[in-house]
């Protein structure tokens, strides 16, 4: 029983779909403009040929409207479709993807900073009949909700979460977009956070923020590299105090270095287990 109420419900959606695009009644009038036109199309044949047919290209879709209201099977294209030219008006829809670009908005953050954001939105039209009927100018009106929608939700977000959540927020925008314009035919594809504009005065802080640990974390690597080098004296200091052969070839090593590095005259006594016997003395 519930199978069966969704389908006859989803019957009853399609039926109301296609009555509100459907033409109706043209009344007794329009039939009669309808068939006037007929017979001076006939008799204007084949001159009147080039005004009645119509060319679609692969992108573009025509809704016809006659005598106002919209002919039935939706939107006509690609290619050729006639019209009557007395009754029949038609408007052209691009199906391309279009982007254009968010101007920045000054947004004042959860925690009370106030930036500019600015972003870019992808959107095309998926319902050529809907996005007529439905809006006056579907530029116009994605432009505005894309601006609307980038000050409510970052309003209610943080500033760290919005310089490190940038392409959730993205996402969450593209849904929202979505959700909101779908009644009119469009379809938003891709939203993209161009550009977060701080301060300058909280630009200089951050600056100053990640400088001071910047000098803090070179201050614990000196002390580690001290440490480690104590460390590996003190080692050096044990070594050379279980052989003493081993100071002497380091006494060896520093005169080499010294008396490459400086032209002088240096007394350096040899061996140097000689002066041992003056120190303990």
Known sequence: MELSARRVGAVRVGEASETEHSPG?????????????CIFILATFPLSIWFCIKVVKEYERAVIFRLGRIVPGGAKGPGIF???????TFCLVDLRTVSFSVPPQEVLTKDSVTIMVDAIVYYRVFDPVMSVISVI???????????TTLQN?????????ILTEREHMAQKMEKNLFDASKGWGIKVERVEIKDVRLPVALQRAMAAEAEAARDAKAKVIAAEGEMNASHALKEAAMVMALSPNALQLRYLQTLSEVASERNSTILFPVPINTMTTFTKK
């Open 25 to 37: 009644g043209a009344g007794c009038f329009g039939w009669i403009l309808i068939i006037l036109s």
């Open 137 to 147: 100018n579907v530029a116009n009106v994605t432009h505005l909700l894309a601006q």
């Open 153 to 161: 939700m970052l309003g209610t977000k943080s500033l760290t979460s």
């Open 82 to 88: 006639w019209t009557i030219p007395c009754t029949d």
